[in-house]
């Protein structure tokens, strides 16, 4: 697969969060050179909720990582739901094919710690180096490489521009994917786009600590009486057990288009809602730790195809953030697997259209696994847009037992997809039946 006198890899990968460090573990895993190419250096700051659920952990079991709370993770039992005055603790499932546990950790931390495991792995990461471009053959418009920057420690131009090459690039460079974008492939306006913002705040000496559960408010209130000054989002806590907590907020819209519309100031809405939470947790602008920070979240494959022509689009490039509940980081870990297996499994084969096919198959094994999911998503947020229906849920749902083990099981993706109790054999059931397109 690789021309030796050619080629300074067999496959490229752009961008070292956790979609590229797992693709660039993978492959190095399969016996492939690897060149991981990330504009930043480590270690460095990505705006999240730092939760991982059961099914992320699955895969970090998978790559080999230590979870080990001496090495700074801190484990969580379950969600905590907090709406209409009251909470609920609702543990996560026991499956056979997650984990009964959730863990935390910040980004700052754990995109480090997976590249650090994709180098111990063999990969090669340069830093400070910037991907401007595709580099593609003039016969056939394949792509067969990158174009690059180097940068110094300010984000500026420090040398000549490269060129790398390679038979594969694996675009993993965020939500923006200025990659993909070069290549024609276009972010699509028929799927849902979030928007979350973020900080930091101190918790030792508050009962925010060591939290046992992540907690999720389905209701903001901006301190006013009156149901109509609830704020249009849900909020977040999680606690990350080195005496700091993540808190931020999000919302959904079923189009870009309508998100635009709304127009929120979702730093406002942070400041209204921390300003209004118990004393007793210290959220005050004297124990928070770094400024509010927000970022858009591309939901249920909203970038397509994912692969053509030598580029295998992962993570946010792919828009792979789940509708359900904003969480990206088990599904970029995913990606990174199943497209190194797919370049993999390509290497092996002995003509061009044989190789084609075969990274092809990456596309339909994560819209296999997935597209029925992120379908049933996209339903869930044209519903949850609607003030009514949301408050309904609320009232009425969320008090059975019944119905928040089948929330939980739905919007945390930890379901048995075959087997399980009834609960998980209508989830799989439902995301076989809708289309995974």
């Avoid at 021309?3 to 573990?25: E, K, T």
């Avoid at 492939?32 to 990505?46: I, Q, T, Y």
Wanted: charged share 25%.
């Amino acid at each position: 697969m690789r021309a030796v006198d050619r080629d300074d890899a067999d496959v490229i990968v752009v961008g070292a969060g956790p979609a590229g460090a797992a693709a660039a573990h993978w492959c190095a895993v399969a016996g492939l050179d690897v060149l991981l190419l990330e504009k930043s250096a480590f270690p460095r700051d990505k705006i999240c909720g730092d939760g991982l659920t059961p099914r992320a952990v699955a895969e970090l079991a998978r790559m080999g990582v230590d979870t080990r709370a001496e090495d700074g993770w801190i484990r969580n039992e379950g969600l905590r739901v907090v709406a209409g005055g009251r909470s609920w603790e609702l543990a996560w499932p026991e499956l056979t094919t997650y984990p009964g546990y959730g863990l935390a950790r910040s980004r700052m931390t754990l995109d480090h710690g997976l590249v650090q495991h994709a180098q111990a792995s063999g990969a090669k990461l340069l830093e400070r180096t910037k991907v401007t471009g595709p580099e593609t053959d003039e016969r056939t418009g394949r792509v067969v490489g990158v174009q690059a920057q180097p940068l110094d420690a300010r984000g500026r131009a420090d040398g000549a521009p490269r060129t790398y090459r390679a038979p594969v690039v694996v675009a993993a460079d965020g939500v923006s994917s200025r990659f993909a974008t070069a290549l024609g492939l276009t972010r699509r306006d028929d799927r849902p786009m979030g928007t979350a913002v973020r900080t930091y705040y101190r918790t030792e000496g508050t009962p925010r600590h060591a939290d046992r559960f992540m907690e999720s408010h389905l209701e903001l209130w901006d301190g006013t009486p009156g149901a109509s000054n609830l704020l249009p989002g849900y909020g977040w806590i999680f606690a990350l057990g080195d005496g700091t907590a993540n808190v931020g907020l999000g919302s959904v819209s079923s189009t870009p288009a309508r998100q635009s519309a709304q127009g929120h100031d979702y730093r406002a809405m942070m400041k209204a809602w921390t300003a209004n939470t118990p004393p007793e947790w210290g959220f005050t602008p004297e124990n928070q730790i770094g400024p509010v920070r927000g970022a858009a979240l591309p939901m249920g494959f909203n970038r397509s195809p994912m692969y053509r022509d030598g580029t295998v689009l992962v993570g946010d490039a792919a828009g792979m953030v789940s509708p359900f509940n904003g969480e990206g980081i088990a599904y970029a870990l995913q990606a990174g697997r199943v497209a190194a297996d797919a370049i993999a499994q390509a290497r092996t084969r002995l003509t061009d259209d044989a190789r084609e096919r075969t990274l092809a198959t990456y596309t339909d094994r994560m819209r296999d696994d997935l597209g029925g999911y992120y379908t049933l998503g996209r339903w869930f947020v044209q519903l949850i847009e609607h003030p009514a229906v949301m408050r309904a849920c609320v009232k009425y749902g969320l008090p059975r037992p019944v119905v928040m083990q089948f929330v939980l099981k739905l919007l945390s993706d930890c379901y048995e997809p075959r087997g399980g109790d009834w609960i998980d054999r209508v989830i799989a059931g439902l995301t076989r039946v809708v289309p995974a397109s």
